[in-house]
């Protein structure tokens, strides 16, 4: 069996308590090294082997995981946030079916929730906005088209963008070019949840040098929208004069 588990943002204590126990079980454990907080191997019991995807491609991986499976033992591939964001698992699941080798997926806690955290935000705030674009910038892998940065930009909305830290004067002249402007509010969120998190605010205006000031190039979210400013509209659910399906509106 294999086990795909989020690891959580980074902290070892927001691993989800399936994933921990996932781990105490497991008797082969193949982690994100590059991403992943290497404490979380702790919770792995003695004799546990442990591989280091960063090191291994695919089929060297599936090399682990496959006859490992087949002989009954417990597999745990550790992916960095929750796996379904950039964690490359529909490949590693594909082969997995074709072999008829049982597989289930546990959530983890994604880095865009850790940084909304870090940041004491609320990424969809009334009359601001109430959608949040998750995507990154084409580089050594592209992106569709259609998803280019100025594309979505072009909504206004919050957006929360990965594993582009290392190219922040394009995405900052990228993002100008859709409907944000030099002031819109921006942030850099480095290592949401670690011990080492930092938090950069500033105008995206400012975004590639206070990216260069701090020298943040990876292992950080870049955070943008009007969320992060103070104006907002005080939510429906909880105004007093608004009927919900358990409390009656009062004027």
């Not at 922040?168 to 969120?189: H, M, N």
């Amino acid at each position: 069996m294999v086990h795909f588990v989020g690891a959580g943002p980074g902290a070892p204590d927001l691993i989800t308590r399936r994933g921990a126990a996932l781990l105490e079980q497991a008797d082969v454990v193949i982690y994100a090294g590059s991403l992943v907080n290497p404490a979380l191997l702790g919770l792995c019991r003695e004799g546990c082997r442990v591989y280091d995807s960063a090191r291994m491609t695919l089929e060297e991986v599936l090399d682990v995981m496959i006859p490992v499976s087949q002989r009954g033992e417990q597999v745990v591939r550790l992916h960095t946030g929750d796996p379904s964001l950039y964690g490359a698992i529909r490949e590693q699941m594909d082969i997995l079916r074709e072999k008829n080798i049982p597989f289930d997926v546990t959530p983890g806690v994604s880095s865009f929730c850790a940084a909304a955290g870090a940041v004491e935000g609320e990424y969809t705030l009334p009359g601001v906005s109430q959608s949040v674009i998750i995507t990154r910038m084409a580089g050594r892998t592209p992106v569709p088209e259609r998803e280019s940065i100025p594309a979505l930009a072009a909504h206004g909305a919050t957006m929360v963008i990965f594993l582009s830290a290392g190219m922040l004067d394009k995405l900052q002249e990228q993002l100008l070019q859709g409907a944000y402007t030099l002031e819109t509010p921006a942030a850099l969120v480095y290592k949401a949840s670690w011990p080492e998190e930092k938090v950069v605010r500033c105008p995206l205006g400012e975004l590639a040098q206070k990216g260069r000031e701090h020298n943040i190039s990876k292992t950080a979210l870049v955070l943008v929208g009007d969320f992060l400013a103070g104006d907002y509209q005080r939510s429906k659910l909880y105004d007093p004069s608004f009927t919900t399906g358990y409390r009656e509106g009062k004027p």
